[in-house]
C-alpha cells in the first residue's frame, strides 16, 4: 500500500535538500522522493527515484536527499496492513527543508545583513522538538525552525503562508511573518547562521553518521518510465487546486480586513477634529521599517507617529483648520508609500498633494471616488528622507 504526500512549494523552496523523518514506518521501509526535471523543449516532467537511507535517529528512519531540481513530494511505501494512505501518510512523513533564503523570495528577515544569504529550516511544528534534537545530534550550526504550510496546515498551530508587500513568506498572521520564539533573537541574523554551500553541508552532516546511498538522480530514464503519466498529472493539478485555495483565503482576508479598516476610518471622520490618523497595525510597521532599510541601511529607524505627525501638519498649513484629512489605509510596495486618504472635497486632496510636492515628496494621485459625501483619494508618496 502506498501514498503520495505533496510538500512542493513555491519559488526556490524545495530546491536544495532535504531530511524526511519517517515516524511509523520499518527502518527498511523503501522511500521515494518525486523531482522535476526539464527537458529540452522547456516543459517539465516528473521522475520518480529511491532515497538512500541513513541509520535511524530516536526510532525513525531519516533520510537525505539531495537532488540536482526541485523536490515534488515523497512516496512512500506502507508496512502490509496498514491504514488508507490518504490517512495514513500526511501523518508518517512529514518533511522539512533547508533553503536558501535571499530577499527574493523570503522577506521576513528583519536584520541589518542585508546582503548576506543565510539559510533556514522549515519544518512542522509537531516535530519542532525532535528536528532541534537531530540537528544538535548532526552537529550543525543553530537555525530558526519554521513550521511549514500545506497539507500540514491541519496540524495545531500550523503557520499560514501570507504576502508581506511584493513578497511570500511563512508567517503566524501578525504580518511580520517572523516566528514568535522565546527568548526572541535580537536579529535573525543570530540564528540563521549556516554553511554557505548546500553540496558543503550535505558533505558535512554525512560524514558525521554513516555511508548514504544516494541514487543517480540526472540520470533516471528508468525511473522516469517508472512514473505513470497519470500520476504526474494528478499532483500538477493537485499543486495548483492547493495554490488556488490559499490565493483566495488571503484575498477573501484583505478584504475583509480593508472593508473594516474602511468602516472604522468613515466613523472617525463625521467628527470636526482636523488631525491625521494613521490606522496601521505592526505589519505595515513591519513594511515601513523594510522601505526604510532599503533606501537608508545606515539611518536610525523611525517609527509611523512621526510620519502622521509630519503629514498633519503639511495637510494643516495646506488648507488651515477647516481642513479633515485622515488616512483610510497605509501601504508599501514597488518602493512607493501608498496613502488612501478620505477627505470631503477634491479639491482638498489637490490641496495636499500641492503641499506635499512643495515639501519634497513625489506625490500621484492615482483615483478618487466619492463615498458618502466624501472623497477617497488614493496617493503613491516616494518618500526623500527619513531624518529630521
Known amino acids: 500500500m502506498s501514498g503520495w504526500h505533496r510538500f512542493r512549494r513555491s519559488g526556490d523552496l524545495g530546491r536544495r535538500w532535504c531530511v524526511i523523518l519517517a515516524d511509523g514506518l520499518s527502518p527498511d521501509a523503501p522511500v521515494e522522493v518525486g523531482w522535476s526535471t526539464e527537458r529540452k523543449d522547456g516543459r517539465r516532467r516528473m521522475v520518480l527515484g529511491e532515497v538512500g537511507?541513513?541509520?535511524?535517529?530516536?526510532?525513525?528512519?531519516?533520510?537525505?536527499?539531495?537532488?540536482?531540481?526541485e523536490i515534488l513530494g515523497v512516496f512512500a511505501t506502507l508496512p502490509p496492513g496498514g491504514r488508507s494512505a490518504q490517512r495514513a501518510l500526511p501523518w508518517l512523513v512529514e518533511p522539512f527543508l533547508l533553503n536558501d533564503v535571499d530577499d527574493n523570495h523570503m522577506a521576513w528577515r528583519r536584520d541589518p545583513l542585508r546582503s548576506q544569504r543565510h539559510r533556514v529550516w522549515i519544518c512542522s511544528r509537531r516535530w519542532r522538538d525532535q528536528a532541534a534534537r537531530l540537528l544538535t545530534g548532526l552537529g550543525l550550526p543553530p537555525v530558526k525552525l519554521i513550521p511549514l504550510h500545506g497539507l500540514?496546515?491541519?496540524?495545531?498551530?500550523?503557520?499560514?503562508?501570507?504576502?508581506?508587500?511584493?513578497?511570500?513568506?511563512?508567517?503566524?498572521?501578525?504580518?511580520?511573518?517572523?516566528?514568535?520564539?522565546?527568548?526572541?533573537?535580537?536579529?535573525?541574523?543570530?540564528?540563521?547562521?549556516?554553511h554557505d554551500d548546500p553540496a558543503a553541508l550535505f558533505d558535512w552532516a554525512v560524514e558525521r553518521l554513516a555511508a548514504v546511498r544516494l541514487p543517480a538522480l540526472m540520470s533516471s530514464d528508468a525511473a522516469a518510465r517508472a512514473a505513470p503519466r497519470a500520476a504526474a498529472w494528478a499532483a500538477s493539478w493537485g499543486a495548483w487546486a492547493v495554490l488556488g485555495a490559499l490565493l483566495l483565503a488571503d484575498g477573501l482576508h484583505l478584504r475583509h480586513q480593508s472593508e473594516r479598516l474602511a468602516a472604522q476610518s468613515e466613523q472617525a471622520a463625521r467628527s470636526a477634529v482636523p488631525e491625521l490618523e494613521i490606522r496601521a497595525g505592526q505589519h505595515w510597521r513591519t513594511a515601513l521599517g523594510r522601505w526604510q532599510s532599503s533606501r537608508s541601511p545606515q539611518a536610525r529607524t523611525e517609527p509611523v507617529e512621526p510620519l502622521a505627525a509630519r503629514l498633519g501638519r503639511l495637510a494643516q498649513a495646506a488648507g488651515g483648520s477647516d481642513v479633515a484629512v485622515r488616512l483610510v489605509r497605509l501601504g508599501y510596495g514597488e518602493g512607493k508609500l501608498t496613502l488612501a486618504a478620505s477627505m470631503s472635497a477634491l479639491e482638498e486632496a489637490s490641496t495636499l498633494r500641492n503641499a506635499l510636492e512643495q515639501a519634497?515628496?513625489?506625490?500621484?494621485?492615482?483615483?478618487?471616488?466619492?463615498?458618502?459625501?466624501?472623497v477617497i483619494a488614493e496617493l503613491s508618496l516616494m518618500l526623500p528622507s527619513w531624518s529630521g
Not at 531519516?62 to 540536482?68: A, E, I, N, R, T
Not at 519634497?360 to 466624501?374: H, K, L, M, T
Request: charged share 15%.
Open 53 to 69: 537511507q541513513l541509520p535511524c535517529w530516536d526510532g525513525r528512519p531519516v533520510h537525505v536527499v539531495l537532488p540536482g531540481a
Open 152 to 194: 500540514l496546515a491541519n496540524h495545531p498551530g500550523a503557520l499560514r503562508l501570507q504576502r508581506l508587500g511584493r513578497h511570500w513568506c511563512f508567517g503566524d498572521g501578525s504580518g511580520t511573518g517572523v516566528l514568535p520564539s522565546a527568548p526572541a533573537p535580537h536579529h535573525d541574523a543570530e540564528v540563521l547562521q549556516a
Open 360 to 374: 519634497g515628496y513625489a506625490v500621484e494621485i492615482r483615483s478618487a471616488s466619492g463615498q458618502s459625501g466624501r
